[in-house]
């Protein structure tokens, strides 16, 4: 476990995966864009070198995934071992704004996006990681559940899917 301050130590880190004498099999990023934020500014450059900074972060990580799932698999083709792979888990509360979550669909093979305030909250499938995993449409559905401290989550229902025309306004 590693706890890092910023997005050029975060691409180091991934760029040195292939050091370790153990390979992960989950790489778990929280709060993405407290690593790559430029500040808060508003301006069209500074937005510009974020998401540079945002893209080069996502395909370091995608890549050191992609090796260590390489070689995991390997090493599960001698006898006695078992099937294994890494997984890259992001989370990302502020990705919700259209113009970083096209970023972020490109380097991450599933986007689920849960929205609310809590304790209740809605989780869902985008619909273009849908297509692009292949996943039936039944997938896209919608779970409402309700989070309250110190108990289990409940689920309160199911509705339809997100419509394509809806996903790029719906907002964390």
């Given amino acids: 476990m590693r706890y890092l301050s910023t997005a050029a130590d975060l691409q180091k880190i991934a760029a040195s995966l292939h050091l370790l004498d153990e390979l992960p099999e989950a790489i778990i990023i929280d709060d993405l864009s407290s690593f790559v934020d430029a500040r808060g500014a508003e301006h069209a450059g500074e937005k510009r070198h974020r998401d540079a900074v945002l893209v080069k972060t996502l395909s370091f990580l995608h890549e050191a995934t992609a090796y260590a799932s390489e070689n ?40 689920l996006m849960i929205r609310g305030t809590g304790p209740d909250f809605i989780l869902s499938v985008l619909p273009q990681a849908l297509k692009a995993n292949r996943l039936p449409a039944a997938c896209a559905v919608q779970l409402c559940y309700h989070l309250a401290p110190y108990s289990a989550i409940t689920l309160t229902d199911i509705k339809p899917p997100v419509l394509e025309a809806d996903a790029t306004a719906v907002a964390m």
């Fill in 72 to 111: 995991l698999a390997f090493a599960s083709r001698f006898p006695g071992g078992a099937k294994r792979s890494c997984h890259l888990l992001v989370a990302d509360p502020a990705a919700d704004a259209p113009q970083s979550m096209h970023l972020m669909q490109r380097w991450l093979p599933l986007v």
